[in-house]
């Protein structure tokens, strides 16, 4: 059980090696400061779960669910999220490198201050997300649903959008950080009318 094999490590060395983890249901349990790796997660569920601070190395999360879970200031290296729900998980000021993201929801969920580097981001909703000052690089995102996501003072030069769905989505009164972002005509026409101009 994982509950119990936190318990083990939590007066020790907090790390959990090389496990699988198989619909589980884990509630209220402070994995703050732990570390992961090789660790896989199949459609297990995290209610108040507080995973602050934690590193995440090659970690697999398959059909589960995070949703409302604290992940703050947490890192994840080498790790695969497919067919899962995080909707308003707090990852703020959490850095993500070289991660795939397939077929999840991270809905409302908050990315202030995030980092997200070269990671793979494919068929994801992430509608009302909250990525400000966050910054994104090196990363791919396709059919990505980002309605109403709000990107405030983020950085994301460089990054590709013309694949996503950006409608409603939040910047800057002057739209400073679609400098250097790619988007397709329709959205290059949505975006013009923020700053008042009318694309015909």
């Known amino acids: 059980m994982f509950s119990d094999d936190v318990e ?3 007066a020790e060395d907090l790390e959990i090696k090389e ?3 198989d619909h589980e249901i884990i509630a209220s349990v402070d994995m703050s400061g732990f ?3 090789s660790v ?3 459609g297990c569920r995290f209610i108040q779960c507080d995973f602050n601070k934690a590193g995440f190395y090659g970690c697999k999360f398959e059909k589960c669910d995070l949703s409302n879970c604290k992940l703050e200031e947490c890192y994840f290296k080498d790790c695969e999220f497919t067919g899962c729900k995080a909707n308003g998980a707090d990852l703020g000021r959490s850095a993500i490198k070289h991660t795939k993201m397939n077929t999840s929801f991270f809905s409302y969920g908050l990315f202030s ?3 997200i580097d070269s990671c793979e981001i494919i068929d994801c909703d992430f509608s009302g997300a909250l990525l400000t000052k966050a910054e994104i690089k090196k990363t791919t995102l396709k059919d990505v649903r980002l309605i109403s996501a709000e990107f405030f003072q983020a950085k994301i030069r460089g990054v590709d959008l013309s694949k996503c769905d950006i409608s409603g989505i939040v910047f800057s009164h002057e739209l400073s950080e679609l400098r250097g972002v790619t988007v397709n005509f329709e959205q290059a026409a949505d975006l ?3 700053l008042g101009v ?3």
């Open 192 to 194: 013009a009318r923020l």
């Open 35 to 37: 570390e992961f790796t």
């Open 19 to 21: 496990k699988v983890y």
């Open 113 to 115: 201050e995030c980092v």
């Open 40 to 42: 896989t997660f199949i």
């Open 198 to 200: 009318i694309v015909k």
């Open 8 to 10: 083990k490590v939590r």
